[in-house]
């Protein structure tokens, strides 16, 4: 019987807004606040995720939760994030479908945090490996740089995105990931001059100000201190729980991930600085004798940083920014600007500076993660786009927003209907057409080539003459006067309709989110994004690479009076080319929700989330997902979710999975017209009919498990009285026995007892004779005794009080005994092994006896320090004893070598590979490996040789090939001869019935010797139970191969670097130690 229950109707609330029921406006609410205030953030739609923004870390993102939804059914687990990603990655993966994940809401909403949690997902469930790891560090790190140069603090959100990002995730068959491509949309540029209070400019400049070093700041030619730009807000700049300086450290490692260069590091903060000081060049207004007005730089201190920065003569920079040339029928006139003007361009400079630095950076990011391969590539597509924005005052970036939110809805609607008519017919269910809001009209009223409002301001802006915001409005009142979804003052009023919150210079659109009035000031200048020619040339004049390479169009050579295309043209475009991008995609979707404006943990405001439910389509798009069949689960999962309803399905059911659905509902008293039978899936119409199913499974569950639980009562029941009737016998059976066993104990012990007692009264019969005689005896010498003592005692009277003084000092004694014991042991000295401390004897007859008490204690103490040493030191001390029984007090080298440590291997054969074929030797029982030199038999002299002892065999090696040249086995080896000095000469002597015995003793130097010789006799000493035979003298005698030579040790006073030997004709050598 399953047991687990359905997460999407067990959890709190509704787990699919689908199931809600009844539905409406009021009950969809509800049912998300239910589950946010019980802090479950996901709720789905059918395969729609939403996720209410909770201001808080929830231990919902562990390694534990992504291994939960990996490779698992979209439905099996209770909503979230993860089973999103998870769908997407296994469709793109496994069933080679291109995917892309939308993710919308308006800013504050957790788009930024919910597109980092698919990639984080998406980088934890694909391959591994060290190319494929560092592919994913590369994705998943390009994403604090862009926030850092991209995000802001706004009113709503303090890390609000102020572009729209896409980034395609390229995979290959395997689904490993290969690399990716990131497009950026419309960059917030008007916030690098200009930002209401209570916001900030683009985090890179605090950054920048808080983390940089003193020398970076001064090499840029900034100052910490934030207040002093003008393109800063004067406030206090700090975020809480933000640290700027950390965020820099960890955006320059980010950039190094990626594979940005130092230098373009450099070039990348030095191009920021300047933007950022191109705020603090003060312009002012000058007028001439003629009446013109022009402007001059005040303080020209900024723009002499700006141009060493950039590499730019002064005269340059300040000519483009006060002045301009216009070119009229081939003939260039320069012409002088007022100081708004002037102020305008410098803004203009600045805004086109950062825009321009932000698209390199955004392509120098796809330089390093785009795929280099030819072959046949997945792409998983995430969009991370700026959400629909109902401002108090809306102008022309909310514009174009909302006109791309309106696009994403219209694909929303297209894709959600789609999908579920090719279920529908994939199942072979009758499809039923869904009526619904089609805002292709309201796409069509701003998009339309040659008549909506992105051409007509484009119109606009290119019509000469004057041309002015309420020009290109009363074109709008003109053209769409009759338009069902726009309105303005002048429509209005020709329908005599009265809003006086639309002014003159105001238009308004009714979007499917609502209506949004927006305000025409400033639409045909930011539309025109218009740069002076004299400041495009100015910076390609610079010596500044990066910053020249910024304005190609300011190289004489490659000039062009042609006009640029118009900000609203671009992005119309760029729209475009993303909704074919999308198209071409199977859709996911994640609808962010903020749930209040003080980005508090655990607030839900009705209003504003009822707000955004409306302009999302929720509703809608439950109602889409309900048109047909509100339910549908596959014939499998729904028979072992439900069998235990009907007879013919429980407990198991042998036909197919569809029949026994059939069988199932069949038996049970469901509507035939709320049930529909497709290939694979059963279709239920209605939320109520499924839950009537689940209240009877609960019903019936609670019946088995009453009866699973009386069926196992009555098991345990009659297995303990079997337990208990078969231990009942055989406790009689050893009782028995232990009766027979008691009762034959006691005649025994009763026999003997009647023995003994018979054996006793002999006994005491005997023994009391024999008492009757000692006491007549003992009676006897009493008499005696007393009468001999009478006597005594009568005639020495006198001198009865002579033995007291003799009781008197052995009770002094006694005393003093007992108070040097107590005072010694509240004295006694520390339990340090180095301290030979003892109280000294009170009393000189007590010398002897603190003297043993003192060795016992000494004794005793090292004994408890012995108990504490660790195994690898004790081991150590013993080697050290071993060396010191061998050689204290018979060699002068013994001192030195007690402090210290013996290493055993001193060769690093482990480490070098060379070595390989000496480990192969040692055959894992190495025990020593040090450098040692060999005499040379016949002239003396000395040769490296590498030394290395083994539990078996001596190996003498050639240091440079690396490979032995002598291998001896420890049983030929009969003695060793060392000299009493501070030299490491040694002599090893071998059998001669040994093969390489014939060759004679092998003369050799060590500068470990002490240690050499201490683990040679260990070694022998384990494996032949025989110590080493070590000879200490100044003279031996040594065997080689053409007879037996004397060795004589000199000792000298001049000091070389080792032992010196020389032969003193054929049967002599003499060794010269110091």
Not at 525 to 533: A, G, I, Q
Not at 618 to 643: D, F, H, S, T
Request: glycine share 6%; with cysteine.
């Amino acid at each position: 019987m399953e047991a687990k229950q359905s997460p999407l109707l067990d959890t709190v609330g509704v787990g699919d807004l689908v199931l809600v029921d009844p539905l409406s406006e009021e009950s969809l609410l509800e049912n998300l606040k239910e589950r946010f205030k019980h802090k479950e953030i996901y709720t789905y739609i059918g395969n729609v995720v939403i996720s209410v923004n909770p201001y808080q870390p929830l231990p919902i993102y562990s390694p534990q939760a992504v291994e939960e939804y990996r490779n698992c059914s979209f439905y099996a687990l209770k909503p979230h994030i993860y089973a999103i990603a998870d769908d997407a990655y296994r469709s793109l993966r496994d069933r080679d479908r291109d995917q892309c994940i939308l993710i919308t809401g308006e800013s504050g909403a957790g788009k930024t945090e919910a597109s980092k949690q698919v990639m984080s997902y998406v980088a934890a469930v694909c391959g591994k490996g060290e190319q494929v790891n560092q592919v994913k560090e590369q994705l998943l790190q390009s994403n604090p740089v862009l926030e850092a140069f991209g995000n802001a603090k706004t009113i709503r959100n303090d890390n609000s995105s102020r572009f729209g990002k896409y980034m395609d995730v390229e995979f290959d068959f395997k689904g490993e990931p290969l690399g990716g491509v990131i497009s950026n949309y419309l960059l917030e540029k008007s916030r690098v001059v200009r930002h209401i209070k209570g916001e900030r400019n683009f985090h890179i400049f605090y950054q920048l100000l808080d983390g940089g070093s003193d020398q970076l700041l001064k090499d840029l030619k900034l100052e910490r201190d934030c207040r002093r730009y003008g393109y800063l807000s004067r406030d206090d700049h700090s975020l809480p729980g933000v640290d700027d300086a950390a965020n820099f450290r960890a955006i320059q490692d980010a950039m190094r991930v990626i594979g940005f260069s130092a230098a373009e590091v450099r070039a990348l903060l030095e191009v920021t600085a300047v933007v950022l000081k191109l705020g603090n060049v003060p312009l002012s207004s000058q007028f001439h004798a003629s009446g013109m007005e022009s402007c001059e730089i005040q303080d020209p201190r900024a723009l002499r940083e700006i141009c060493q920065l950039i590499g730019l003569e002064e005269v340059v920079l300040e000519q483009a920014l006060c002045s301009r040339t216009v070119e009229a029928k081939k003939e260039k006139v320069v012409m002088t600007l007022s100081s708004a003007q002037g102020s305008y361009g410098r803004d203009a400079l600045a805004k086109n500076i950062y825009s321009r630095l932000f698209d390199w950076l955004v392509n120098r990011i796809n330089q390093s993660i785009k795929v280099d391969s030819n072959e046949r590539r997945k792409v998983m597509g995430v969009l991370d786009i700026y959400g629909f924005e109902i401002f108090q005052d809306n102008s022309f970036e909310q514009f174009v927003i909302n006109y791309c939110n309106e696009k994403l809805q219209q694909v929303f609607i297209l894709m959600t209907l789609r999908e579920e008519q090719e279920e529908y017919v994939r199942e072979g269910i009758q499809w039923t057409p869904v009526k619904f809001f089609d805002n292709s009209i309201i796409c069509s009223l701003i998009e339309q080539s040659n008549g909506g409002i992105l051409a007509m301001l484009d119109e606009e802006c290119l019509r000469p003459g004057t041309v002015s915001d309420l020009s290109f409005l009363a074109k709008l009142n003109q053209m769409f006067a009759a338009h069902e979804h726009y309105e303005s003052r002048t429509t209005q009023n020709n329908k005599r309709i009265s809003d006086p919150s639309l002014t003159d210079s105001c238009f308004r659109i009714h979007h499917y989110a609502g209506k949004v009035t927006y305000n025409v000031s400033g639409f045909v200048e930011k539309n025109n994004d218009l740069l002076f020619r004299d400041l495009s040339q100015a910076m390609w004049k610079a010596r500044h690479e990066l910053l020249r390479s910024l304005f190609p169009e300011g190289d004489p050579q490659k000039a062009s009076l042609r006009r640029p295309p118009t900000a609203g043209f671009q992005f119309k475009a760029s729209v475009a080319t993303l909704m074919k991008n999308l198209y071409a995609k199977n859709p996911n979707y994640i609808r962010c929700i903020k749930p209040n404006d003080s980005k508090q943990a655990g607030v839900f405001t009705d209003a504003l989330v009822q707000m955004q439910v409306r302009y999302l389509g929720l509703l809608e798009n439950v109602r889409v997902r309900r048109a047909g069949y509100a339910y549908r689960q596959a014939y499998q999962p729904c028979l072992e979710r439900y069998k235990m309803l009907c007879k013919q399905t429980w407990p198991h059911w042998k036909g197919s999975a569809r029949d026994g659905v059939q069988v199932l509902l069949s038996n049970l008293p469901v509507p035939p017209t709320e049930l529909a039978y497709g290939r694979t899936k059963i279709f239920i119409r209605t939320p109520r009919t499924l839950f009537d199913l689940e209240e009877r499974r609960r019903q019936r569950v609670s019946e088995l498990a009453a009866l699973i639980q009386a069926l196992y009562r009555g098991w345990k029941c009659r297995t303990r009285y079997l337990l208990m009737r078969k231990s009942q016998i055989l406790i009689s059976a050893w009782f028995r026995g232990h009766a027979q066993r008691h009762r034959y104990q006691q005649t025994r012990m009763s026999v003997i007892l009647i023995q003994a007692y018979i054996r006793g009264w002999k006994s005491r019969m005997l023994l009391r004779e024999l008492k009757h005689q000692q006491r007549r005896s003992r009676a006897s010498a009493i008499i005696s005794a007393h009468w001999k003592g009478y006597r005594t005692r009568k005639e020495y009277r006198k001198y009865f009080r002579s033995g007291a003084s003799a009781m008197l000092a052995n009770f002094i004694y006694r005393r003093l005994v007992q108070k040097f014991f107590l005072r010694l042991q509240k004295n006694l000295p520390p339990m340090v092994v180095t301290d030979r401390s003892w109280p000294a004897a009170p009393y000189k007859f007590l010398a002897n006896t603190n003297e043993e008490l003192k060795k016992i204690f000494y004794l005793w103490k090292c004994k408890k320090y012995r108990e504490r040493l660790m195994p690898e030191r004790k081991a150590l001390l013993q080697d050290k004893l071993c060396a010191s029984e061998l050689f204290k007090d018979k060699k002068t080298l013994y001192a030195q070598s007690v402090p210290q440590p013996f290493q055993g291997e001193y060769l690093g054969l482990q480490k070098n590979p060379k070595y390989r074929a000496l480990q192969t030797a040692a055959g894992g029982k190495l025990v020593l490996a040090d450098n040692v030199r060999k005499v040379n038999r016949a002239n003396g002299k000395t040769v490296p040789r590498l030394f290395l002892l083994t539990k078996e065999h001596i190996i003498l090696a050639d240091p440079k090939a690396a490979q032995p040249k002598t291998v001896l086995s420890l049983s030929n080896v009969q003695s060793v001869s060392v000299t009493r000095f501070s030299d490491g000469f040694f002599v090893l002597h071998l059998r001669e019935s040994s093969a390489v015995g014939t060759k004679g003793d092998f003369l050799l130097v060590s500068d470990h010797l002490i240690e050499l010789v201490t683990k040679l006799h260990q070694t022998l000493l384990e494996t032949t139970a025989e110590g080493l035979d070590l000879h200490v003298a100044d003279k031996f005698c040594t065997q080689f191969n053409k007879g037996s030579v004397a060795i004589q040790v000199v000792e000298t006073e001049k000091k070389g670097a080792g032992p010196i030997c020389k032969k003193k004709g054929s049967h002599r050598m003499e060794v010269l130690v110091h």
